[in-house]
């Protein structure tokens, strides 16, 4: 029996965190509003329209909200084009033999449609999947529901059929809210509550799929 998979992909598919880094510094220096790596961590992960406030306090207008998230964006983009993302370990080998046994799969991620579809053209990988949730899809972010359950809606998958791949606390208790089995990614050894819970998606057991559907 195969079900859905909706993959989390900053994180868990592929490390863009450095440049989603150079993005932002290099970004809110233009605007003269320079930012530290440490206050870029501490965001990472977040919605723009959830980090930005934080860092224009009172000049944070949607206009200039979007703004600045658009050129911050399309950065992002051109740095990944020009550096080239590889997949992480496990990441290729798990989303292809997916596809070939028939499970369906779906990205679900709280970033812009055209850096999910940049990351996927560079990475290669856009094949191995039916459906793409992206910022411009949802309302609210990570531990919300919102993400995982429309993925599911456009797959056609119920909850119970999904298994969600994170790398973060707010997704892995999102796809608990959704009703969903989750397995957790944490290369930085920060233990994740999800139902299996692994460094690299290469350690993950050649069955564990199929055992998460099982016990749904």
Avoid at 147 to 159: C, D, E, H, I, Y
Wanted: proline share 5%.
């Amino acid at each position: 029996m195969t079900g859905a998979v909706l993959w989390d992909l900053d994180g868990t598919l592929v490390d863009s965190e450095e440049y989603h880094w150079l993005a932002w510094r290099d970004t809110m220096a233009s605007e003269g509003l320079p930012i530290t790596r440490d206050e870029f961590l501490k965001t990472f992960g977040l919605r723009n329209d959830e980090i930005l406030p934080r860092w224009l306090g009172a000049a944070a207008t949607p206009a200039r909200i979007q703004q600045i998230a658009d050129a911050k964006e399309q950065r992002y983009r051109n740095l990944i084009r020009a550096g080239g993302l590889d997949a992480l370990p496990g990441a290729a080998e798990w989303l292809e033999r997916l596809h070939a046994e028939g499970w369906r799969q779906a990205i679900a991620s709280s970033a812009p449609r055209k850096n999910v579809e940049t990351v996927l053209e560079v990475t290669r990988l856009a094949d191995c999947f039916q459906a793409l949730v992206s910022a411009e899809d949802v309302t609210i972010g990570k531990p919300d529901p919102q993400v995982f359950l429309t993925a599911a809606s456009r797959l056609g998958a119920a909850p119970a059929q999904c298994i969600v791949v994170e790398d973060a606390a707010a997704g892995v208790e999102a796809a608990r809210r959704a009703g969903m089995r989750s397995i957790g990614v944490s290369r930085n050894g920060k233990q994740l509550p999800a139902d299996i819970a692994v460094a690299s998606l290469a350690d993950l057991p050649a069955d564990c799929f199929a055992h998460l559907l099982a016990r749904a």
